[in-house]
């Protein structure tokens, strides 16, 4: 069998090419205050190559899953940062907690990310950053608990942004009732079934009006989440809301996210771009 070997001179070369290329993007990690939890809370800002503080720049957020946590995108794939420059825009990936579910928990006053993302954070990058303060140059993304995180924040957060997606998002929350942590955010199902109901994507798309947001999401063949992404699709289809739906060959997994997180960058700068005066 015929191998090939690269020279250690040479590898060294092209780990240098990489390092420099991917230095172009610049990463903060920022420490922000939540006055709803009286906390301090990280994430991780990318900003572009050739970032100037003159220019303003659209913002794409980006969610972690369950049990994840800020540094989770920037570690299991760092290609963003090149998303972050051949687009010329900002990533911002916050901190939901372990399993915080981007939710103002009606049962935990501790857990209110749902006021900590969409406004305190929002707020912060604002203040701190060269943004395009406003929906048409704000989007929120995600995977798993993100993926539900970000449509339920853009859904219940219009003003604030004007694009969102998912990537293999936990969409319908019920059958998960004994799983991922979410009964400490929601309460006990069975003694509220309705605030389940009326906190999860899968019910409450259904009052979203049609071109109020743009939105992406997909979900791989072999996810657990597959089946109700599909019958989310089949709902925004019965109520006319545009949408663009991918189910591709993938699992649950960090090679899925970042392929789906290409094809979402550059649907949120089709968007930024129409949308921009």
Not at 132 to 158: E, V
Request: hydrophobic letters at 40%.
């Amino acid at each position: 069998m015929f191998k090939f070997f690269i020279p250690a001179k040479l590898l060294f070369i092209v780990l240098l090419l990489f390092c420099f290329s991917a230095k172009a993007a610049r990463i903060d990690t920022v420490v922000t205050h939540s006055n709803s939890m009286h906390k301090d809370i990280k994430a991780v800002v990318i900003t572009p190559d050739g970032y100037k503080k003159h220019n303003k720049y659209p913002v794409v957020y980006l969610l972690h899953g369950f049990s994840g946590n800020y540094a989770d995108w920037i570690s299991k794939v760092p290609s963003i940062l090149h998303l972050a420059s051949e687009y010329h825009i900002i990533i911002v990936c916050p901190d939901g907690n372990y399993a915080g579910w981007y939710f103002d928990s009606p049962v935990n006053k501790e857990m209110n990310y749902e006021t900590y993302v969409a406004n305190e954070l929002v707020n912060y990058i604002d203040t701190h950053y060269a943004t395009i303060a406003n929906r048409a140059g704000r989007a929120i993304t995600g995977l798993s608990m993100g993926g539900h995180g970000a449509l339920y924040l853009a859904i219940r957060h219009q003003n604030t942004f004007g694009a969102a997606g998912s990537m293999s998002g936990c969409v319908d929350l019920p059958p998960f009732s004994k799983k991922y942590g979410i009964s400490q955010v929601l309460g006990d199902y069975d003694s509220n079934p309705q605030r389940w109901k009326d906190n999860s994507v899968a019910y409450i798309i259904e009052n979203l009006q049609p071109n109020a947001l743009t939105i992406i999401f997909d979900c791989g063949y072999s996810d657990d989440f597959y089946a109700s992404n599909l019958v989310m699709h089949q709902k925004m289809v019965e109520k006319h809301i545009p949408h663009d739906f991918i189910a591709r060959n993938g699992g649950h997994s960090w090679e899925y996210w970042g392929n789906s997180i290409v094809y979402q960058a550059l649907f949120f700068n089709r968007y930024f771009n129409q949308a921009r005066p």
